[in-house]
């Protein structure tokens, strides 16, 4: 073999060998097992604070990755994953959401409850109706927000509101909680009802009025990640942080309660 072959075969092998190296960087965990690469985690809207904070934590926590937060309604969520949206990882405020991503058989092992929440009424600062319970929400002139029924958080409002034997009307049927507090922090509405968790994190702008019947209704969270994740090891690894002791220290803080 010329010198010239002998070179030429080496580049070869040099170049298949760092593209080798390369191919799974942004894929694969690193030497010690932690999640590396991009990590695309859709979640329930009532979780963006939450998953804000630990996203970063999770990134300090594993050198070199990066997560990417898509929030919505999770019914809006599970359809987008089932019609082959590019993702990691799922977060649901419900299982009912999970099931539909599970059945169509795009998930990668068992979803996992890791946190639950409760609803409580979101009023004003100042509350000017006096709002103290659902009862209070079908007085005249009161307008309320509620989430679409499809929606978790619409479907246990719809729960607590039949356990009080309280008919009401909303004025507005939002696509996800965030929607919803909205309403309340633009003073487009009287009360809607959200999640503890959202009522605590918009605490400088509503109130949040708890109430008996909303013990009726807690949604459990599951967490999965999903088969045809983009990146599979930092899907299990950042859903192995999120059911860790740090990230459940942050979900407690913000008004979840524990699985």
Not at 37 to 46: C, L, P, Y
Not at 95 to 105: D, Q, R
Not at 180 to 206: I, N, W
Not at 235 to 246: D, G, K, L, N
């Given at each position: 073999?010329?010198?010239?072959?002998?070179?030429t075969?080496?580049?070869v092998?040099?170049?298949?060998?760092?593209?080798?190296?390369?191919?799974?960087?942004?894929?694969?965990?690193?030497?010690?097992?932690?999640?590396?690469?991009?990590?695309t985690?859709?979640?329930?809207?009532?979780?963006?604070?939450?998953?804000?904070?630990?996203?970063?934590?999770?990134?300090?926590?594993?050198?070199?990755?990066?997560?990417?937060?898509?929030?919505?309604?999770?019914?809006?969520?599970?359809?987008?994953?089932?019609?082959?949206a590019?993702?990691?990882v799922?977060?649901?405020?419900?299982?009912?959401?999970m099931?539909?991503?599970?059945?169509a058989?795009?998930?990668?092992?068992?979803?996992?409850?890791f946190?639950?929440?409760?609803?409580?009424?979101?009023?004003?600062r100042?509350?000017?109706?006096?709002?103290?319970?659902?009862?209070?929400?079908?007085r005249?002139?009161?307008?309320?927000?509620?989430?679409?029924?499809?929606?978790?958080?619409?479907?246990?409002?719809?729960t607590?509101?039949d356990?009080a034997g309280v008919?009401?009307?909303?004025?507005?049927?939002?696509?996800?909680?965030?929607?919803?507090?909205?309403?309340?922090?633009?003073g487009?509405?009287?009360?809607?009802?959200?999640?503890?968790?959202?009522?605590?994190?918009?605490?400088?702008?509503?109130?949040?009025?708890?109430?008996?019947?909303?013990?009726?209704?807690?949604?459990?969270?599951?967490?999965?990640?999903?088969k045809?994740?983009?990146?599979?090891?930092?899907?299990?690894?950042?859903?192995?942080y999120?059911?860790?002791?740090?990230?459940?220290?942050v979900?407690?803080?913000?008004g979840?309660?524990?699985?």
């Amino acid at each position: 073999m010329s010198a010239r072959t002998t070179r030429t075969a080496m580049a070869v092998v040099m170049a298949l060998a760092a593209a080798g190296c390369g191919a799974g960087d942004d894929k694969a965990s690193g030497a010690d097992g932690r999640g590396t690469g991009a990590v695309t985690v859709f979640a329930a809207a009532s979780l963006t604070e939450s998953f804000r904070r630990i996203g970063r934590e999770f990134e300090a926590a594993n050198p070199g990755s990066a997560v990417t937060l898509n929030v919505a309604g999770s019914s809006a969520l599970a359809n987008q994953i089932n019609q082959g949206a590019p993702a990691d990882v799922f977060a649901s405020a419900a299982p009912a959401n999970m099931a539909t991503v599970t059945e169509a058989g795009n998930v990668d092992g068992t979803p996992t409850v890791f946190a639950r929440n409760q609803l409580v009424i979101a009023v004003p600062r100042d509350n000017p109706k006096g709002v103290t319970g659902l009862a209070d929400l079908s007085r005249p002139g009161v307008k309320v927000a509620l989430c679409a029924n499809q929606v978790p958080c619409g479907a246990a409002a719809r729960t607590a509101l039949d356990a009080a034997g309280v008919a009401l009307t909303p004025v507005t049927l939002e696509q996800d909680v965030k929607g919803a507090l909205a309403k309340v922090k633009l003073g487009e509405v009287d009360a809607a009802l959200v999640y503890r968790s959202d009522a605590r994190a918009a605490s400088a702008d509503v109130t949040g009025v708890e109430f008996p019947e909303s013990a009726r209704a807690v949604n459990d969270y599951p967490i999965v990640a999903l088969k045809d994740a983009p990146n599979p090891a930092g899907a299990r690894a950042f859903v192995a942080y999120v059911r860790s002791a740090p990230a459940q220290a942050v979900l407690a803080e913000a008004g979840f309660q524990a699985p």
